[in-house]
């Protein structure tokens, strides 16, 4: 028994929760920043803010993945999370530009970000549970396509609402204005109506058949068991590693506190002793032979392939790069190339309102190119093709330090954009053929670890950075994001990748 080969359109509505999912996060992206500033952050407390959006993502998307594995309902498998994250991420993109504090901004933003992420992380389960090997790299090309297309509505909508609509982009000190809140009420209803459309317009396979599918197959995955045991690592070995990431973590937060440090950085290493000790608890679990949710998904940590292993390195790279990038980029801009602060003048919103157009420019370059990647990686491989593609974003990242005219800005979102549209399909159309069957909610929620692990590092360690050592000034953000993703870039050398590219789709 065999999956079946999925039509065009059939893939095309599996993926289209993806529009209102990006739809929401470049909304996100684009504007938060602009968010907490107008309610009164300063240029070093803004990527402490940010926080709350990696923390989210790395608690939640492996803990959805774990149990979207188990889950059978009438709606389906993954659908259930789809329609409750879609809920959820609508209700609070209303209320963010209503925020009347800075920290109820910060609040609204986790549960915002924690409801995407409900949402987001089925979705890559979702290819692979419905879709042939052969069909996978389509699949994510698909959603590197809606992502694109919705990033780009979504960036742009503020500069619609005050250029095209006659909506203001100025309010009084500390009140957003009513141009954000526009794009912010529209990309509610857009993200729910779309995740809807997948939810109704698509079905899953039922547990049987899946098993049926997984019984059938001869693939060795890499010598990861699809079964509910925890074997490939040892209780003693599981034990030593949350020693030693608790004692390093205890060491460098004892050390930031003797030599009172910014204190944003313990969020980092109090993270890694917390890592250790949740380590630490499993392989006492273990040794006692208890079997849990908890022991399995501290453990699968641990059981990582290989490939997923030397993904994981692109990954961190990469992810640093953009958060730097969606960090910053709205106050270099206003400051490197418009010269002001002032967040009640017109020219700081007009600053603002461009880098939606920057990030529409990007996230547009993105949805064009994402049926390209296929094209190109057929030609000359995946690895090369992702390589090139970061290295693109890198120098264009880089090259803004160089530009004075805003006109100019657009030509290194190009790069940006190429990198972008990679970044979301390529890394795993290489993971997907090397993950078990069983555990791929789960494994694609892990992944997420070297999405959101390099986000709290910047978010953790830029401010810090840029105060201390480029006199606050935000345009190196972007420099270091750039020599980032070009390292990135070399790293996805070291990655053995087997994946065959269809293009006769």
Request: with cysteine; charged share 15%.
């Amino acid at each position: 028994m065999e999956k079946r080969k999925l039509s065009f359109w059939e893939i095309w509505n599996m993926s289209f929760g993806f529009l209102g999912i990006q739809f929401g996060f470049a909304l996100q992206n684009a504007n938060t920043s602009r968010i907490f500033e107008t309610l009164g952050a300063k240029i070093d407390e803004i990527p402490i803010l940010w926080i709350a959006a990696p923390v989210s993502g790395l608690i939640i998307q492996p803990v959805i993945g774990y149990f979207s594995d188990r889950t059978w309902t009438r709606l389906g498998r993954r659908r259930p999370y789809f329609l409750i994250g879609a809920i959820l991420s609508s209700i609070a993109l209303f209320i963010m530009p209503n925020s009347p504090t800075l920290w109820i901004a910060a609040g609204t933003l986790w549960i915002m970000d924690a409801s995407i992420n409900v949402s987001m992380e089925p979705f890559r389960a979702f290819v692979g549970d419905n879709l042939p090997d052969e069909q996978r790299a389509l699949g994510f090309v698909m959603q590197s396509f809606f992502i694109g297309t919705g990033a780009v509505v979504g960036s742009v909508l503020p500069y619609l609402f005050t250029n095209v609509f006659d909506v203001s982009n100025v309010a009084p000190k500390g009140i957003i204005p009513d141009a954000v809140k526009w794009s912010f009420y529209i990309g509610g209803i857009v993200f729910l109506l779309s995740v809807l459309w997948t939810v109704f317009k698509t079905t899953e396979y039922t547990p049987e058949e899946l098993h049926a599918f997984e019984a059938n197959s001869k693939k060795n995955t890499e010598g990861i068991s699809n079964s509910e045991t925890e074997a490939g690592v040892s209780t003693k070995k599981q034990l030593l590693l949350g020693l030693l990431f608790a004692g390093i973590g205890g060491l460098i937060s004892f050390l930031i506190f003797e030599n009172s440090l910014a204190k944003e950085l313990y969020i980092l290493f109090v993270g890694l002793i917390f890592m250790g000790v949740l380590f630490v608890i499993a392989s006492q679990l273990r040794t006692k032979k208890v079997q849990n949710g908890f022991t399995i998904i501290m453990t699968d940590l641990l059981n990582m392939p290989r490939t997923m292993q030397k993904l994981a390195w692109v990954q961190f790279f990469s992810w640093f790069a953009l958060f730097s990038m969606w960090i910053y980029t709205t106050q270099a801009v206003t400051q490197h190339i418009f010269g002001t602060t002032d967040t009640t003048s017109k020219v700081y919103n007009d600053a603002a309102d461009w880098v939606s157009v920057l990030f529409t420019v990007y996230n547009g370059v993105a949805a064009a190119v994402a049926f390209l990647l296929p094209v190109i990686a057929k030609k000359v491989g995946v690895r090369a093709t992702h390589l090139l593609a970061l290295c693109a974003g890198g120098v264009g990242l880089i090259s803004i330090y160089f530009i004075g005219d805003k006109q100019l800005l657009i030509l290194p979102m190009l790069g940006v954009g190429i990198a972008w549209a990679s970044i979301l399909s390529m890394p795993y159309a290489m993971l997907s053929g090397a993950l078990p069957a069983a555990k791929m909610g789960y494994y694609m929620g892990v992944f997420n670890f070297f999405v959101v692990i390099p986000q709290i590092v910047a978010a953790t360690i830029l401010g810090f950075v840029i105060k201390q050592f480029f006199n606050n000034e935000p345009i190196y953000a972007l420099i270091i994001g750039g020599i980032s993703m070009i390292f990135a870039g070399l790293l996805t050398l070291r990655v053995n990748s087997k994946t065959k590219i269809e293009i006769h789709e």
